[in-house]
């Protein structure tokens, strides 16, 4: 995942930076609210860890701003309060979830996780989302950020599969299972075609990417990975 942190405090900043990206994750680091909110509205993030007490522009009043901007990227605030007025607050303001300083490690990545699953369940309306790319299924409208991807019919469902099992490997014989209604073939390549043809379009222009191969085992649709 791609994760946006916004902590002043350089040594907590780096202890978590560190454990995040020694999970793989992607994260970029502001030291206050206005620098965090100039990253959340140009890049997609999957995650945006907010601390309450910043300068510039508190967790409080950039989760706020950013919610009545309609980013809906999950928000978890961290805080050295634990007062239920004060977690309140935070919910209120548009926060998905709280964490209490001093907190462990495991925790925070068990929260960022759940989190990141969040963003990919399917919306009202039958929108899926990860990232910055988006499924609707009801207007059969795939895009990635503002761009159309021009998808065919088995493009489109291949691309729900992995966005309703974000992180999932998902095996070859299952996308023949569940996306084309065939038993597996050893001999046929009708699956990598078509991944090969998805991950061009999803990569258009630079765009980074999202669908991973395993080796041995199958793909992962993997957000900033």
């Known amino acids: 995942m791609r994760i946006l942190l916004v902590e002043d405090d350089r040594k907590v900043a780096r202890f978590i930076q560190q454990g995040l990206e020694e999970e793989g994750h992607a994260v970029d680091v502001a030291g206050d609210g ?7 509205h140009v890049n997609p ?21 950013l919610r009545r901007e309609d980013v809906a990227t999950p928000i978890l605030m961290l805080t050295a ?17 709280y964490l209490t300083k001093p907190f462990a490690f495991d925790e925070l990545l068990a929260r960022v996780r759940a989190l990141g699953r969040r963003a990919a369940v399917p919306a009202p309306g039958g929108v ?3 990232g910055d790319v988006e499924v609707d299924r ?4 795939a895009t990635r950020g503002a761009r159309d991807l021009g998808l ?48 061009r379009k999803l990569e258009e222009g630079g765009a980074p990417r999202l669908l991973h191969t395993v080796r041995g085992v199958g793909f992962a649709l993997r957000a900033g990975a």
């Open 34 to 40: 206005e620098a965090g909110g100039q990253l959340a």
């Open 81 to 97: 309060r634990d007062s239920t007025e004060d977690v309140v607050r935070g919910l209120d303001s548009g926060a998905d979830d």
């Open 138 to 141: 009801v207007r059969h409208r």
């Open 45 to 65: 993030y999957d995650v945006l860890v907010l601390d309450i007490q910043l300068p510039k522009k508190n967790g409080l009043q950039l989760a706020a701003e």
């Open 152 to 199: 065919t019919p088995r493009e489109f469902r291949l691309l729900a599969y992995f966005l309703e099992r974000p992180e999932q490997v998902v095996s070859r014989t299952e996308l023949l299972e569940k996306v084309w209604d065939m038993s597996f073939d050893p001999g046929s390549n009708v699956v990598d075609v078509h991944v090969s043809n998805l991950r």
């Open 128 to 130: 899926l989302r990860c």
